[in-house]
């Protein structure tokens, strides 16, 4: 049978493009404009089509190269029917066509398990060049993916679908194999042990966190706010009937400092309860949580309205909220509501790690322990107060360059320019 090549045709702006995806395998029968490769712009991604039909003898090019009209893709040998073989084929034309007419109804009912369909005809998941892209972005083999679509074609959200659902799987199976390590010996054997019930606000709040950490692509920016001047006029804070100093942790700078971040990128101060349905909820409320540090666990109360309040009262609010949540006082409702979450180590120690966000949230910022550090500044090293900063964000709502912008303009909140008008 005669041989031929199989070329890129005129793909117009497309020129020196890379392939990003090879559609067809060696040896396998080909139809004319079923799609061979997907190339890649910096607009777009196309599917280049086959211009004959045949079986594919080589495949010429590989992912990563660059193909501009003219270049070789694959060799195909063509199939070629013989007058013999058309004679025969119409003869029996009619009998195909009554034996198809026959099987419609049981084509028809596999058409509600697109897997099979796929298993029994050999077909290739159909998808848009545009949803194959995302595909790969989140590392997905979308012949995997069932499809929504009719016959099977797949979409944005079958893919979304299909990768929460790995996910949940993962977890699944991470449990089963922890359960079967624990099989293999008991703890007793090595020696004295002691079997506690874990507490019931960690038990609660532990599925919260796995799917925060399941469902969310968190990411994690790192950064030090110099607030030396802040400290300063914080230690210098006097009751104005007895003159002893006021008591007022760090924290409640904190709390104010950053509900002016939250009015100024409002994308910090949403929910995603309904990303699916790709919407997100924007608040104009200005609700902090603050992780509370208890012996039942981790709690999260609400702190209401933190921008309509001055320093002295958010930091009464946050005594009386960490009480009520050390005693299990807190009604439930505190719970929920928030903008954003602060949790801070800095009356622990440590500095910088990667809090967890609090779903339906979309940023947590995480406060180390602040120290003196030399910093050079003005043209000279100098003493200077650093406060480490920890933010982790939803990159699906926020980007690098925004969670950057957030944390410059938050610092600049914490520093000398601010330190007075946050006590307001």
């Keep these: 049978m005669p041989k031929k090549d199989i070329k890129v045709p005129n793909i117009g702006?497309?020129?020196?493009?890379?392939?990003?995806?090879i559609l067809?395998?060696?040896n396998q029968v080909i139809k004319k404009n079923d799609p061979l490769v997907t190339i890649e712009s910096d607009k777009s991604s196309v599917e280049i089509p086959s211009t004959d039909e045949g079986t594919i003898i080589s495949i010429n090019v590989r992912v990563g190269d660059k193909?501009?009209?003219?270049?070789?893709?694959?060799e195909i040998e063509e199939n070629i029917i013989t007058e013999e073989k058309k004679i025969s084929?119409?003869?029996?034309?009619?009998?195909?066509?009554?034996?198809?007419?026959?099987?419609?109804?049981?084509?028809?009912?596999?058409?509600?398990?697109?897997?099979?369909?796929?298993?029994?005809f050999n077909l290739k998941t159909s998808a848009s060049p545009k949803v194959r892209k995302f595909a790969r972005e989140l590392g997905?083999?979308?012949?995997?993916?069932?499809?929504?679509?009719r016959l099977g074609r797949v979409t944005e959200n079958d893919v979304k679908l299909f990768v929460s659902s790995k996910s949940s799987v993962i977890v699944k199976n991470?449990?089963?194999?922890?359960?079967?390590?624990?099989?293999?010996?008991?703890?007793?054997?090595?020696?004295?042990?002691?079997?506690?019930?874990i507490p019931r606000v960690k038990r609660l709040s532990s599925k919260y966190l796995i799917n925060s950490w399941s469902k969310i692509p968190h990411v994690t920016n790192h950064d030090e706010a110099d607030i030396t001047e802040l400290e300063e006029f914080r230690t210098s804070l006097k009751d104005i009937y007895s003159g002893e100093r006021k008591k007022i942790t760090p924290l409640a700078f904190i709390v104010k400092a950053l509900s002016a971040s939250l009015k100024k990128f409002p994308n910090f101060n949403c929910s995603i309860d309904q990303i699916d349905e790709g919407k997100m909820t924007i608040k104009k409320y200005f609700h902090v949580g603050i992780a509370v540090d208890t012996s039942h666990g981790l709690m999260v109360p609400k702190l209401r309205n933190v921008d309509n309040k001055n320093i002295s009262l958010i930091s009464l609010?946050?005594?009386?909220?960490?009480?009520?949540?050390?005693?299990l006082k807190i009604e439930r409702k505190e719970l929920f509501g928030g903008s954003m979450t602060v949790t801070s180590l800095g009356g622990i120690g440590g500095s910088f790690f990667t809090p967890i966000i609090n779903y339906p949230e979309v940023a947590i910022l995480g406060v180390g322990r602040s120290e003196k550090k030399q910093v050079y500044l003005d043209g000279r090293f100098v003493t200077r107060t650093m406060l480490p900063l920890s933010l982790s964000y939803d990159h699906r709502i926020i980007d690098g360059a925004e969670a950057a912008r957030f944390n410059k303009d938050l610092k600049e909140n914490l520093g000398k320019n601010f330190a007075y008008k946050l006590a307001v």
């Excluded at 034996?99 to 419609?104: A, D, L, P, Q, S």
């Excluded at 609010?317 to 005693?327: G, P, T, V, Y």
């Design 174 to 197: 991470e449990n089963l194999n922890e359960k079967k390590l624990k099989q293999e010996y008991l703890h007793s054997e090595f020696g004295e042990v002691e079997l506690k019930d």
């Design 317 to 327: 609010e946050l005594k009386k909220l960490s009480d009520q949540c050390k005693n």
């Design 67 to 74: 193909v501009s009209e003219g270049d070789k893709i694959l």
């Design 13 to 21: 702006e497309f020129k020196n493009v890379e392939i990003v995806e």
């Design 89 to 120: 084929e119409e003869s029996n034309s009619e009998d195909i066509k009554k034996n198809f007419e026959k099987k419609i109804p049981e084509i028809e009912k596999k058409i509600d398990n697109d897997d099979q369909v796929i298993k029994d």
């Design 24 to 26: 067809v395998s060696k």
């Design 140 to 149: 997905v083999d979308v012949d995997k993916i069932s499809g929504s679509e």
